[in-house]
Structures are given as structure tokens and as C-alpha cells.
């Protein structure tokens, strides 16, 4: 007995999406990658502000436990760092490092401050006095 060779059916053609059908996919995907982008990125000035607003509190005790120990506060940041030549100074009390903002701009040191003895300010994402949002300066008396 012979079998029958058999030949195989040709699928049919299968029809392949239009330029237009890849133009609109494209556009959606941009649009969710930019949706994404945006809220990731706003995300991190919102943490960069708070993690200011900590530094700059965080800092102000370590001048306050300078003055505890010292008698004074110190003329600028610096000498929580080095002293100074102060007496009875019992330091360091803080990194050089923890000394600027998390834009890398240096922790103003005002005294005397608006609200009491001294004040510290970040001047926020534009890293210039003023500005509204992010860019706002921060400040803890």
C-alpha cells in the first residue's frame, strides 16, 4: 500500500499591523514613559526637600550641643567640625560632608537668626535665595 504524500496547507497570509496601527502604539508608549518619567522625578525633589528639612534640624542640635559644651555658638558651621580653639569644646560634632544640602550647596549659618540666636538655611533646588516649591529656601531657627 502507497500512502498518499500529503501537501501541507499554506497558512494563510497573516495580515501585519498598519504604519498608522505602529504610530499609535509608539505615541501611548512615549506617553506612559513620560507619565513615569515625571512622576519619578518629582518624587525625588520631594525627597531632596525633606531630606533637607531633617539635615537642617538634625544640624541645629549639633549646634546646640556645641553651645551646651563650649559656652557659645560657634562663628560659622566650620568649627562644629574643627573647633575653633575653643575651650571645653568636646567635638566633632558633625562631618564636613553633612555641612552642605542634598544639592550640594553649602548650609547657611545666620546669626543672629529671624526667629532666636541663630538660623540655618538651605536655599533649595535653584540653590539661589527665594523661589517657590523645590526651589524655596528652607530654614530652622
Excluded: C
Aim: glycine share 10%; charged share 25%; proline share 7%.
Amino acid at each position: 500500500m502507497q500512502k498518499a504524500l500529503r501537501i501541507p496547507r499554506q497558512p494563510r497570509a497573516q495580515r501585519g499591523m498598519s504604519l498608522i496601527e505602529i504610530m499609535i502604539v509608539i505615541v501611548l508608549i512615549g506617553g506612559v514613559l513620560a507619565l513615569v518619567a515625571s512622576r519619578v522625578m518629582g518624587g525625588q525633589d520631594r525627597a531632596n526637600v525633606r531630606l533637607a528639612e531633617s539635615q537642617l534640624t538634625i544640624l541645629a542640635e549639633k549646634i546646640d550641643a556645641y553651645r551646651l559644651d563650649t559656652g557659645r555658638l560657634p562663628d560659622s558651621l566650620d568649627q562644629l567640625v574643627n573647633g575653633g580653639g575653643q575651650p571645653n569644646w568636646l567635638g566633632p560634632y558633625a562631618k564636613a560632608e553633612e555641612l552642605k544640602d542634598p544639592w550640594n550647596t553649602p548650609i547657611e549659618f545666620r546669626r543672629p537668626g529671624s526667629n532666636g540666636p541663630f538660623e540655618l538655611v538651605s536655599l533649595g533646588a535653584d540653590q539661589a535665595a527665594g523661589g517657590e516649591s523645590v526651589n524655596a529656601d528652607i530654614r530652622k531657627p
